[in-house]
Structure formats: structure tokens, C-alpha cells
């Protein structure tokens, strides 16, 4: 009965041909046969199948996706590739460029602002980090009185312990007892100190705060650098280090407007080859020059001197200009974006 239906089902969708139903039907195991025929004509599931017994791949990255765990990567494209002759700072073509002793260009005004915002937060913190540092001692100062006070209220009681009283021998001793203990009072406990009081008020009862809880410890501020670091290379960064770059225009009747929304701006201040992020560059210190590498290796490493300014050159005044990459992995520009986030463990 089961297997009738099941072989009428196949044939009204038309799945088999009837011929081949029918040898199925004479054949002992029909039914089996059937099932087979089904299992090896199914298709894999789909990408939003809700209905399959395993978790697949696919289903797992999406639910990592939207639910915020999982570390994320993805691919910079040629839009997200700062320009060769682009601010570090800005990501804008550069007005008034320079460039540090690592080859990272930025805009001067930008590179400023910078330098000047990371000295008064290094002020700032140098503040904070000197007030902590007085607090400290001023604590260290407390402790040191109180454990002096504490060392002579010790030896006082002591003291008042030694010394003896005499007794009346014509009065009874529990008369004398009481009576020297009216007429001589002992060493009596101390009122309480005003600074205790003071310090209960100062508590506050909100023992839920993070900041009062039993294994909440104080923050303590490490002193901080006063160098000035370079925000690209994190290495130091002085003002004087700063070299004025002087970029050679492809076409000099072109205004500033008119060079940003060409492909090729800028040409090799010697050889006049086209500049690009696919073309290695170098900026020469003294003149402030940029030419390819091809030309630094070919004609000025030869003599070392400056074709612009005629200066002689050393292996310092030649700065490699760092490239924002091309959008092909053989660029050699690391173009893999992660984030990293919470890992969600199944």
C-alpha cells in the first residue's frame, strides 16, 4: 500500500518514467528501492535552510555576522587606499606637504595641530599622574603619624601600669578599692577623636559601587612619556624633523582644484615619468624634490648630488615616500581589515 502510493506520487510528478516504476514494483523490496532512487535525487540544502540536522558553514557565519561575536575581515578595495601624495592625517591631497624621517607625508598645518594636541595631553597627564604622586605621600605622611602615636600611646599605658599606689591600711580593701578608684582615677579610655567622626562621614553607604567593593583596588598612573610620537610609525617626532616636500606638477597651467581630479598630478622632478601609487618614490632632503627610485638608483646614487639644488647628498637625505598600496595584494601594502570582537563558543 505504501509503496503504491509512494510510486503513484513519483509518477504524477513526474520524476521517473513509467517504465522504470513499474520495475521497481516487480522487483522484491520495491518500497527500498524507491527510497533509494529518492535519497540519490535529492538536492543539497540551501543556504537558509532552517530545516537541515547540521550547521552548516555558511549559517554559522551569517549568525556571527548579526549577532556582533566573532572576529570580522574584509578587504580594502582601491577606494579605501589613501594616494601617494595624501595626508596621513586627512587622507586629503596635501597644500603644504612634508614628510618625517620614515617617509609617512602629511599636511603641515595637520602634523601640527597634532604635535600641539599631544603635548598638552601629555601635560594633562603629567598633571594628574603629580597629583596622585602628592596624594600618595601625603598617605605615606598619615600612616608615618599614626604609627608614631600609636608607639607612644603604647608606652604610656605601659608606664601607667608600672607604677603603684599606696593604700590606706585602715580601711577595708574593697572600701580602699573604691575609694582610691573615686579619688584617683586611673587611665581612662580616650573621648573619641573628632577625625574618626569626620572619616565615618566622609564613607559613603553604597557598598554596590565598583569603587568600594572588597577587591576594588586603586588605580595607580604610570608617569608618562614626554615624546611626541609620529602617529603613523609611533616612533619620536620633533618639528625639526619635518621636510618640506615640493611635488613637480604634470601640467603647470593646471590649478590646485584641477590637479585633484586627475589620475596622474604629479610627475619625477628629473626623468618627468608619471607618479602613482605603482611608481616607488623618494624625496630628497635638500631640495625637497620627489623621483622615482628608478632614478635614484640609475643616475643620482652614482655622484650623490642633489640634480635640483646641486647639494651633496647622503644616505640620510634620501627618504623613501611611503605608498597607500594599489589595490592588488602584490603591492606589497597589507590590505586585509580586521576588527576584533568577542568570540562566541558553540
Given at each position: 500500500?505504501?509503496?503504491?502510493?509512494?510510486?503513484s506520487?513519483?509518477?504524477?510528478?513526474?520524476?521517473?518514467?513509467?517504465?522504470?516504476?513499474?520495475?521497481?514494483?516487480?522487483l522484491p523490496?520495491?518500497?527500498?528501492?524507491?527510497c533509494?532512487?529518492l535519497?540519490?535525487?535529492?538536492?543539497?540544502?540551501?543556504?537558509?535552510?532552517?530545516?537541515?540536522a547540521?550547521?552548516t558553514?555558511?549559517?554559522?557565519?551569517?549568525?556571527?555576522?548579526?549577532?556582533?561575536y566573532?572576529?570580522?575581515?574584509?578587504?580594502?578595495?582601491?577606494?579605501a587606499?589613501k594616494?601617494?601624495?595624501c595626508?596621513?592625517?586627512?587622507?586629503?591631497p596635501?597644500h603644504?606637504p612634508?614628510v618625517?624621517?620614515?617617509?609617512?607625508?602629511?599636511?603641515?598645518?595637520?602634523i601640527l595641530?597634532?604635535?600641539?594636541?599631544?603635548?598638552?595631553?601629555?601635560?594633562?597627564?603629567?598633571?594628574?599622574?603629580?597629583?596622585?604622586?602628592g596624594?600618595?605621600?601625603?598617605?605615606?605622611?598619615?600612616?608615618?603619624?599614626?604609627?608614631?602615636?600609636?608607639?607612644?600611646r603604647g608606652?604610656?599605658?605601659k608606664?601607667?601600669a608600672?607604677?603603684?599606689?599606696?593604700l590606706?591600711?585602715?580601711?577595708?580593701?574593697?572600701?580602699s578599692?573604691s575609694s582610691?578608684d573615686?579619688s584617683?582615677p586611673?587611665?581612662s579610655?580616650?573621648p573619641p577623636?573628632?577625625?574618626k567622626?569626620r572619616d565615618?562621614d566622609?564613607?559613603?553607604?553604597?557598598?554596590?559601587?565598583?569603587?568600594?567593593?572588597?577587591?576594588a583596588?586603586?588605580?595607580?598612573?604610570e608617569?608618562p612619556?614626554?615624546?611626541?610620537?609620529?602617529p603613523?610609525?609611533?616612533?619620536?617626532?620633533?618639528?625639526?624633523?619635518?621636510t618640506?616636500v615640493r611635488?613637480t606638477?604634470?601640467?603647470d597651467?593646471?590649478?590646485r582644484?584641477?590637479?585633484?581630479t586627475r589620475?596622474?598630478r604629479?610627475?619625477c622632478?628629473?626623468?618627468?615619468d608619471s607618479?602613482?601609487?605603482a611608481?616607488p618614490?623618494?624625496?630628497?632632503?635638500?631640495?625637497?624634490a620627489?623621483?622615482t627610485?628608478?632614478?635614484?638608483?640609475?643616475l643620482i646614487r652614482?655622484?650623490?648630488?642633489?640634480?635640483?639644488?646641486g647639494?651633496?647628498?647622503?644616505?640620510?637625505d634620501i627618504?623613501?615616500?611611503q605608498?597607500g598600496?594599489?589595490?592588488?595584494a602584490g603591492?606589497g601594502?597589507k590590505?586585509?581589515?580586521?576588527?576584533?570582537?568577542?568570540?562566541?563558543?558553540?
Amino acid at each position: 500500500m505504501l509503496a503504491s502510493s509512494a510510486l503513484s506520487l513519483l509518477q504524477s510528478a513526474g520524476i521517473m518514467g513509467r517504465s522504470f516504476l513499474r520495475g521497481c514494483e516487480e522487483l522484491p523490496g520495491g518500497p527500498v528501492v524507491t527510497c533509494a532512487v529518492l535519497s540519490c535525487r535529492m538536492t543539497r540544502h540551501g543556504k537558509n535552510c532552517t530545516a537541515g540536522a547540521v550547521y552548516t558553514y555558511h549559517e554559522k557565519k551569517k549568525d556571527t555576522a548579526a549577532s556582533g561575536y566573532g572576529t570580522q575581515n574584509i578587504r580594502l578595495s582601491r577606494d579605501a587606499v589613501k594616494d601617494f601624495d595624501c595626508c596621513c592625517l586627512s587622507l586629503q591631497p596635501c597644500h603644504d606637504p612634508v614628510v618625517t624621517p620614515d617617509g609617512y607625508l602629511y599636511e603641515r598645518e595637520a602634523i601640527l595641530e597634532y604635535i600641539l594636541h599631544q603635548k598638552k595631553e601629555i601635560a594633562r597627564q603629567m598633571k594628574a599622574y603629580e597629583k596622585e604622586r602628592g596624594a600618595r605621600r601625603e598617605e605615606q605622611k598619615k600612616l608615618q603619624r599614626a604609627a608614631a602615636q600609636d608607639q607612644v600611646r603604647g608606652f604610656l599605658e605601659k608606664e601607667a601600669a608600672i607604677v603603684s599606689r599606696p593604700l590606706n591600711p585602715f580601711t577595708p580593701k574593697a572600701a580602699s578599692g573604691s575609694s582610691t578608684d573615686e579619688s584617683q582615677p586611673g587611665p581612662s579610655a580616650a573621648p573619641p577623636s573628632k577625625d574618626k567622626d569626620r572619616d565615618k562621614d566622609k564613607v559613603l553607604p553604597s557598598f554596590w559601587i565598583p569603587s568600594l567593593t572588597p577587591e576594588a583596588k586603586a588605580t595607580k598612573l604610570e608617569k608618562p612619556s614626554r615624546t611626541v610620537t609620529c602617529p603613523m610609525s609611533g616612533k619620536p617626532l620633533r618639528m625639526c624633523d619635518l621636510t618640506p616636500v615640493r611635488f613637480t606638477p604634470l601640467d603647470d597651467s593646471v590649478d590646485r582644484v584641477g590637479l585633484i581630479t586627475r589620475s596622474e598630478r604629479y610627475v619625477c622632478a628629473v626623468t618627468r615619468d608619471s607618479l602613482s601609487n605603482a611608481t616607488p618614490c623618494a624625496v630628497l632632503r635638500p631640495s625637497g624634490a620627489v623621483v622615482t627610485l628608478e632614478c635614484v638608483e640609475r643616475l643620482i646614487r652614482k655622484d650623490m648630488v642633489d640634480p635640483v639644488s646641486g647639494d651633496t647628498l647622503t644616505e640620510r637625505d634620501i627618504i623613501v615616500l611611503q605608498r597607500g598600496g594599489t589595490g592588488f595584494a602584490g603591492s606589497g601594502v597589507k590590505l586585509q581589515a580586521e576588527m576584533s570582537r568577542p568570540v562566541m563558543q558553540a
